[in-house]
């Protein structure tokens, strides 16, 4: 008899799991009785006298209600023994699937036919070398889809000279008499149109706050600087980082070539300027 | 002109006086008008001591001296004192016998506090119909309907009598706390139209209606789903519902599984928020939907999330056979002897502290529980933090025990506060003596009661201990199965191989995850972020295939 069931101890086993698989698959039924969840498990505890009780006491049929130590040891050492035949597995490395596990999720933030409007502040960190130039400004975007916007963005600059300036004016050890500086025709105002592409997403964990998303973003753009002593025109390229925490609230940092032709004593020279800005918006 | 001046002064002074009396009658009257106005709610509402004097004095109309002073007492407004004095005035006499008497006192211990211990003493009275009526009139109105006692009281203990005094919806109120079973269906029918609409006792009628259709031998699926659907359409304009909408959805999701429509049944899932406790049973129940399709790989994408570190003391341990049953489904036999570890790992621990539980209910963690239930009223697993490692799975969510927990508050509350009394009943009661040995008994009834309603907690306790336990072996019995089946498809993996060598490779694209047309994808690296709980996606290539020879 032992024989005969080691014989077919694989078979029986396999029917057993065809059993119990097809049992599995059944409809799992609605709350039964027992260890349902919610409502109305149908049984009450058992009560002491003079409480209420429900139409029956203890745990719901099927269970066995309490275990002898025996019969716990006993589960406990069911647990000892499972997954303990590793030898074979090696075997059937052949057969195992290539299985790619990825995490598809909703932005944090839908960027689809929306409009931003964000303040900024910018620094020219190239250009002329006598004069710092800061600016206060602001951009309108309205972003297509996710992965392109446009906006509009307007620049109040803001200039003063920098120490090299005004040591040419001040510093008798370096001038006699003192040197201005050809700085007339400074940066009044800009006015320009861009055109953002958005190739490339990512999270970031916020010490275990939160996750922000965040793109890395190309601009491009034109459009026309108002000079002391006239317009011209003016074109830009660069890249930023938008990040989008919450779902109205908008950071982005760019930083930017920028170009324009601005008039100097000995005539017109291309100005070419890197222009670092952050800017924060809100999103409608 | 002296006489004149005299009779003129005089009867000038006399109308001034005059005048004068009535400006003051008019004033004393005014003031009286506006005290008694202001009085008049107060008189509305007849203050307790006041009423129960009256009441006294309309049961003993011919009073005996304790009587006597047991009235006085109440109409200085004591009602404590009145009290120590009722077992002297009242219990020795014939009127106390009576069930007006006995009324009379319930009412006392309900203005004293012992609100469900009035209102049980109250319902053990053989004939309600024998109580004065202006007694049954004041009950009535001291405990209405909406009362908050009427949810704790002893099912048991309600008679049909008893509507003519507090009215048919009481009814509904105090045995909507039930636990109806299977062959009580008229018996609930009966119940549930006495219980008003839109309340909250209706819905929980209409709750074990749907679950008694749905769980009957030879049950028809359609009626509990109909009934499931008024009741969530009901149920949507109540704040809070008293059944929550993700239990209700994960219900209709199950019936429509039993009937096997699978693919509504997977919309039901899918709408049980992630803040619920019953998200982890509804994910590991689309994870069987998705097996039942045939859609492995899915149901990999499912149970990836059910089995992050954080999340194991919450699952149930199917989750875990779930995902080994998948992985075996696609032939990757290392993850399934991972899944194996896993479950042994995870669940023989969590065995040891149930089996902790099952011998004593009385742990810490237990302890600590019950308290925080005491103090919220409502508690979610996740609100437990690592102490629901230490409880079993459904302690949060299991009605009995909720409610037995709310018994075992009210009575240790009113126990509690019958020491006190009983503390100033040596001082604080009347000369007389010997009352001591009546309120000795009340206050050994209310412990009793106390000790009783905590025993019910434990009780239950062990009672879910146990369920989750034989849950455990009855998988655990399923995973040395699903082992076997392991170890039987490796021995033959070698004739699966020469058959699928050279064959197209087939693919499985997992449709889990975010349908969003502005979704983002990440490679899993492992690394667990929050974020992305629910959201995996697993695609598989040449699951139980070679495929062609590189």
């Known amino acids: ?284 | 002109m002296k006489t004149s001046i005299k009779i003129s002064r005089a009867i000038s002074l006399k109308c001034l006086g005059h005048s004068l009396i009535l400006v003051a009658f008019t004033v004393l009257g005014t003031l009286s008008q506006a005290a008694s106005a202001k009085d008049s709610p107060k008189e509305a509402l007849k203050a307790p001591a006041q009423e129960l004097a009256r009441l006294a004095r309309v049961l003993a109309p011919r009073p005996s001296a304790e009587q006597t002073i047991f009235i006085e007492i109440l109409n200085s407004e004591q009602l404590e004192k009145a009290l120590f004095q009722w077992p002297s005035a009242f219990e020795e006499s014939a009127v106390g016998a009576t069930p007006s008497g006995e009324a009379l006192g319930a009412l006392l211990n309900y203005h004293n506090g012992l609100r469900v211990y009035a209102l049980e003493s109250l319902l053990t009275i053989e004939q309600p119909e024998k109580i004065h009526a202006e007694l049954r009139s004041v009950w009535k109105r001291t405990v209405p309907e909406n009362a908050y006692e009427w949810s704790l009281i002893n099912a048991k203990l309600w008679r049909s009598q008893w509507k003519t005094v507090f009215g048919q919806g009481v009814e509904s109120r105090v045995r909507s706390h039930e636990v109806f079973q299977a062959g009580q269906e008229r018996e609930l029918q009966e119940l549930l139209k006495k219980a008003p609409e839109g309340t909250p006792e209706r819905v929980w009628l209409e709750w074990q209606s749907v679950l008694i259709s749905a769980v009957a031998a030879n049950s028809d699926n359609s009626a509990a789903a109909k009934k499931l659907a008024a009741l969530m359409s009901t149920s949507q304009a109540m704040k809070p519902p008293p059944v929550s909408m993700d239990l209700m959805n994960l219900t209709a999701a199950r019936l429509l599984y039993q009937a096997g429509y699978l693919e509504a049944a997977k919309k039901y899932y899918e709408r049980v928020s992630k803040t619920s406790d019953d998200w982890f049973d509804a994910q590991e129940e689309l994870a069987w939907t998705e097996l039942r399709k045939g859609e492995a790989q899915n149901a990999l994408a499912i149970t990836r999330s059910l089995v992050i570190p954080a999340f194991l003391p919450l699952i149930s341990p199917e989750a875990v056979f779930a995902k080994s049953l998948a992985h075996l489904k696609v032939c990757d036999y290392p993850e399934v002897a991972k899944a194996l570890h896993l479950f042994r790992d995870t669940f023989k621990e969590r065995s040891r502290v149930l089996m902790a539980l099952s011998d004593s209910g009385n742990t810490p963690s237990v302890d600590a529980f019950i308290g925080r239930m005491k103090a919220n009223r409502r508690l979610q697993m996740t609100d437990l933090g690592a102490e629901a490692a230490k409880l079993p799975r459904f302690v949060a969510r299991d009605e009995v025990l909720t409610r037995a927990i709310q018994l075992d508050r009210e009575f240790e509350a009113e126990s509690s506060k019958f020491k006190d009394l009983y503390g100033r009943s040596v001082t604080g009661g009347t000369a007389k003596v010997g009352f001591q040995g009546r309120l000795e008994q009340v206050r050994r009834e209310l412990d009793t009661r106390a000790r009783a309603a905590r025993s019910a907690v434990y009780l239950r306790i062990k009672a879910l201990a146990r369920e989750e336990l034989d849950e455990i072996s009855q998988v655990l019995t399923k995973m040395h199965i699903v082992e076997a089946e392991l170890l039987q498809q490796v021995a033959m993996s070698d004739r699966v191989v020469k058959s699928t060598e050279g064959t197209a490779v087939s693919e499985k694209k997992g449709t889990t995850g975010s349908r969003d047309r502005d979704r983002v994808v990440f490679p899993d690296d492992g690394e667990t972020w929050f974020d992305e709980v629910s959201n995996y996606q697993v695609d598989l290539k040449k699951g139980c295939q070679v495929g062609k020879k590189q």
Do not use: C
């Open chain 1, 1 to 284: 008899m032992k024989a005969v069931l080691q014989k077919f101890k694989y078979p029986l086993l396999v029917l057993v799991l065809l059993a119990v698989t097809a049992t599995e698959a059944q409809p799992k039924s609605a709350p039964t009785s027992g260890s349902s969840s919610g409502a109305a498990t149908l049984q009450a505890p058992e009560q002491e006298s003079g409480q209420e009780s429900g139409p029956s006491s203890g745990p719901s049929s099927g269970f066995s209600g309490v275990r002898t130590t025996k019969q716990k040891a006993q589960m406990l050492n069911d647990f000892d023994a499972l997954g303990g035949n590793r030898v074979l597995l090696e075997k059937a490395q052949a057969l195992s699937p290539e299985t790619t596990v990825l995490v598809v999720q909703n932005r944090q933030v839908s960027r689809r036919r929306r409009f931003e409007l964000a303040p900024e502040y910018a620094n020219v960190v190239g250009g002329d070398p006598y004069v710092k130039t800061q600016s206060l400004g602001m951009n309108l975007h309205f972003h297509i889809t996710p992965h392109w916007s446009v906006g509009l963005k307007y620049v109040y600059a803001m200039n003063e000279l920098r120490p090299e300036g005004e040591a040419l004016i001040y510093d008798r050890q370096l001038t006699k008499d003192g040197l201005v500086p050809d700085v007339m025709d400074y940066l009044k105002s800009e006015t320009l149109a861009v055109l953002n592409w958005y190739p490339l997403y990512g999270k970031v964990n916020l010490y275990d706050l939160g996750v922000a998303h965040f793109d890395i973003y190309a601009v491009v753009g034109g459009g026309y600087v108002d000079l002391a002593k006239g317009r011209s025109n003016t074109y830009t390229g660069g890249a930023g980082v938008g990040f989008w925490f919450v779902p109205h609230y908008t950071l982005r940092t760019e930083l930017r070539y920028q170009t324009y032709d601005q008039q100097i004593y000995s005539g017109k020279r291309a100005l070419q300027t890197t222009v670092l800005n952050i800017q924060a918006g809100y999103l409608f």
